[in-house]
């Protein structure tokens, strides 16, 4: 019963928290930018009024615009489950994907939504649905190539399992396959949450939307889960990336208060620095017009080349 309520936390974790993460960078920006900006609490209540506007659907709506909204949420609960959020140790679903099945869950959800876009026939949801599957082409060699990197090095491609290779050794954690497996998977990160090369959270001109297009016909309770799935994604993404590669400690170790106290702290502490650091790149870099995207691309693809290298020659030692 424990390790299924601790499970249900984790989920939980993922649905409250997802939003603040997202008003705390937004209202970084703002500041670094020179603006008041709105709360950091703003996310909340904007969920909260499209969840009481009315729910419209195009004509042209389909099997897919309606599948997406609830797949979307649904993927992101799944992932949830599989990944160390506040535990150092797998809970009942930890065991039932490794890292790829994660990635399949998010190519799932991205698949369907950019289909909702093109089903509707709006030239928007167009638009973000071709710029999406472009982006994917370009990122997911890299991606690919950094988990291979992680099952060379970890010997398995679970996230439990690969961030206690790196949490009892500070020979592996320094290794320079990892170092590089960490910058690696941060670009492709910045990519997957719509932070660079080209998307901008927070403006609408057309030249930088993505993701924003991709939903742009969506009103009412499907707006609210598909923008509620999208601040689930990015919290997924940064705990993978911190509770995995950076900084797989700080979480608990038992089924305890003490212990539930600690992981979130630690949870909160590392993903709002985070948050600091993506807020900080995103107004110090400038988006990068359309020829220049495989500069970017291409240099993940060279970093978890490079890193896969590393893994093999730090075997051979």
């Given at each position: ?8 936390l ?30 950091p ?24 615009y ?71 082409v ?13 099952a ?109 106290l ?6 909160l502490?590392?993903?709002l ?5 993506i ?33 093999q ?5």
């Amino acid at each position: 019963m424990d390790a299924l309520f601790w499970q249900g936390l984790q989920i939980l974790s993922m649905l409250l928290y997802a939003p603040l993460l997202e008003g705390w960078i937004a209202w970084l920006v703002a500041r670094l930018e020179g603006r008041q900006g709105v709360s950091p609490f703003q996310p909340y209540y904007d969920l909260y009024k499209l969840g009481h506007k009315e729910l419209l659907l195009p004509g042209s709506a389909g099997i897919f615009y309606q599948l997406a909204p609830p797949l979307s949420l649904a993927t992101m609960i799944a992932i949830a489950t599989l990944i160390p959020i506040l535990t150092t140790f797998p809970l009942p679903l930890g065991w039932m994907g490794d890292m790829v099945a994660g990635g399949m869950l998010f190519a799932l959800s991205s698949t369907v939504i950019t289909l909702a876009g093109l089903e509707t026939g709006n030239s928007y949801g167009g638009i973000g649905a071709w710029r999406s599957g472009f982006l994917n082409v370009l990122v997911e060699p890299a991606l690919i190539l950094v988990l291979i990197a992680v099952a060379l090095f970890a010997h398995a491609t679970y996230p439990y399992v690969a961030g206690a290779a790196y949490r009892q050794s500070w020979i592996s954690y320094l290794d320079p396959a990892h170092l590089l497996a960490v910058v690696a998977f941060f670009l492709i990160f910045l990519v997957d949450t719509g932070r660079l090369p080209i998307e901008n959270h927070s403006g609408g001109a057309e030249v930088s939307m993505i993701e924003e297009a991709r939903v742009l016909e969506y009103t009412g309770r499907d707006a609210l889960l598909l923008r509620w799935s999208g601040m689930a994604k990015q919290f997924l993404l940064m705990v993978i990336l911190l509770n995995v590669f950076v900084a797989p400690w700080g979480m608990a170790n038992q089924f305890s208060l003490l212990g539930f106290l600690e992981a979130l702290s630690s949870l909160l502490a590392k993903t709002l620095a985070l948050g600091g650091l993506i807020a900080l790149i995103e107004v110090s870099l400038a988006r990068l017009r359309y020829y220049r995207y495989p500069e970017y691309f291409s240099l993940a693809l060279l970093l978890a080349i490079v890193t896969i290298a590393a893994a093999q020659l730090g075997g051979l030692r």
